[in-house]
């Protein structure tokens, strides 16, 4: 049996939790939060798992033999760098810290220690992506040079202003805190490092959030792709979705629509969407063959490293308006 | 009712056998002629003996098109010469329709503009902004059922598997000195148009990153083929638009063009080429448009505007805004940073244009 701790109660705490909870194999050990009530709510979804608010006890249990850090990002590299000493995997949300000297920590402890650690990209693991990433990676559209994304989504974090997602200080910014899913996919797909992001952000709503909830950046990587990736969290209705996705390669090109999915017209709200649905389940599942030794981490740590530069590098140019080259480093990350 | 402009072909390369086409067509126009300079080069006045002979009309020197031959000029020669032809056929009276680009440099642009002001003609471009898709959108803004308009999406790709088929000639589109540029001076007007056409903004600045990373034809003129350009426009309203010749476009036929659009109340997502019935064959799918092609509609709308003397709904003022932001996407390409968009004083309107009769016409 494969014990899993989750160091969080949050939303995305609660869906990792209860995936883990369905994978033949494994035990959700323990479920860290301060706050007790929803500590054990959370808890209640895996059968067999604990809350607690002792992340020592959580570490020292010899039954876990992985850790999922969720929570604020503030805390990622502390709480990894504390499981990596315990001797734990760990499979980290995105994104993994606020900084890139964090990350770089995290990755040497990791290696030093020899335990794996892979940054939780769920998108990676929607049947689309996997989909269109593996007919790539076949050579069906022979080498991929330009990649357009639009991804629209209605939504508002949980906790309205209240958020701390919407505080840039805390979650490093919009184009940290999301712009590590698109930049992953952009990076996975061509297969390449961001030298150069522009910026350009907007705020559908309320022109005063001080995270823009919508944005559209350029980036150029090295070897000269393209892609234009555009994100917005302002479409008008609760749990709409659009995303489109087009990987233009030297032979041919890749696209996926989420239109082309089927959903029923009945008044209610959006049905979940099969090319994108089960992501976390299978995320679960792989991460615990990573926690188990029967799998590499899907997500390289490279990639990660440049997803995080580049994310840090976007958050810049949002803010400065001019392109930002991406800092480069990490050692043999960076190759 | 009035007699159908006569109208004359002034160049006669790439599209020019597909406007010829359209003018026969249409019941407002005869095409009464071709022109070309005797100091063409070898492979426009070819192209030029070609259409004419095919077309069963005369082949004119451009010094021997007048009012009294022809009412309408049509500019099909390389881009480098439309601005050119354009002031000469203004000055000589006739009112003129130019393939996109109106001009390769904005001083062009703007001499095209004050030309047709001091002629009192007008000087429509080609553009998809008068097409049923982009009108239906602008529409939908206009009715404000999507509230106010935050940020388009432009995609406009050209398949390569039909490069051959589709330009006769591809250095038309690759040697600056017959198209001044790249895929970006070849298609980025369009969005450019429609995007100020569906929303009513006007581009401000911006930042474009582009590369040759497809044909050799493109990197042997060191140009682009591919380009993503960040684009703000009046009104906070921002833009994201991708343009390019890639291998294969993400549909049937010769090349994609879509649109996504978030406004405050609502989004919507545009397929020009949509709606269409679908053929399937062995050749593989096509879709046939049930809406008039882009250029007819263009056709139309300088008939209507010559016929009654009112402004074009797209002319060389607007074309004229296409022309410095394609002119601004090769400045940030140069200098790595955002660039403003400077139109001049391009976009004010052409001076009234009286109407045009046939009874008007030179004896």
Known sequence: MTGIAVLGSGGIARAHVAALGRVPGVRVTHVLGSDPGRAAAVAALASGATATADLDAVLADPDTHGVYVCGRTADHPARTLAAIAAGKHVIVEKPPARDLADFDAMAAAARSAGVRLMVGQTVRFQPAVATLEAACRSGRVGDPRLLHLNWYVGHVWPGAWRSWQLDPRQSGGHLVHNGMHPLDLAIWLLGGRPERVFTRGWCTHAPEMPTPDSFHLTVRFAGGALAMIEVSYGLRDPGDVLRRMVLCGTDGTLAHHTADDTAPSD??????????????????????????????????????????????????SLETGRPVDVAAGGGDLDG | MAEPLRTVLVGAVRHATGYAELLAAHPGYVLAGVAE???????????????????????????????????????????????????????LGLHVLVDKPLATDVAAACRVVEAARAAGRHCAVVTRALAPPIRRLRDWVDSGRLGLPRSVDAEFLSSGTHFAASVERPELLTDPRLSGGGEVMNVL??????????????????????????????????????????????HGLTASIVVGRVPAAPGPG???????????????????????????????????????????????????????????????????VAVATIDAVYRSLASGAPEPVDAGSATEPEADVSPRSSEERAP
Not at chain 2, 198 to 220: K, M, N, Q, Y
Not at chain 2, 262 to 274: F, L, M, Q, W
Not at chain 2, 293 to 301: G, H, K, N, T, Y
């Open chain 2, 254 to 320: 010769p090349g994609t063009y879509t649109l996504r659009l978030i406004g405050s109340h609502g989004h919507v997502e545009v397929d020009v080429a949509e709606p269409a019935v679908r053929l399937y064959s062995g050749d593989g799918a096509e879709r046939l448009p049930i809406d008039r092609s882009p250029v007819a509609a263009v056709l139309d709308d300088l008939h209507a505007a010559i016929r009654t003397g009112r402004r074009p709904a797209y002319d060389c003022a607007d074309a004229a």
């Open chain 1, 267 to 316: 008044g209610g709200p959006p049905a979940p969407l099969a090319s994108t649905g089960d992501a976390v389940q299978r995320q679960a599942e792989h991460a615990a063959a990573v926690v188990a030794g029967r799998a590499e981490p899907l997500v390289e740590l490279r990639h990660s490293r440049w997803a995080l530069a580049a994310a840090i590098a976007a958050q810049r």
């Open chain 2, 37 to 91: 300079s005797d100091d063409a080069d070898a492979h426009a006045r070819s192209d030029a003996r070609a259409v004419a002979a095919a077309q069963g009309v005369p082949l004119w020197r451009p010094e021997d098109v007048s009012p009294d031959r022809a009412d309408v000029a049509v500019i099909c020669s390389e881009p480098t010469r439309h601005a050119v032809l354009a002031e000469r056929m203004l000055g």
């Open chain 2, 189 to 234: 007007g369009y969005p450019v148009d429609d995007i100020r056409a569906a929303t009513g903004c006007e581009p401000v600045e911006v930042f474009a990153e582009a590369g040759t990373l497809f044909w050799d034809e493109h990197r042997s003129h060191g140009v682009e083929d591919v380009a993503v350009v960040s684009a703000l426009f009046t």
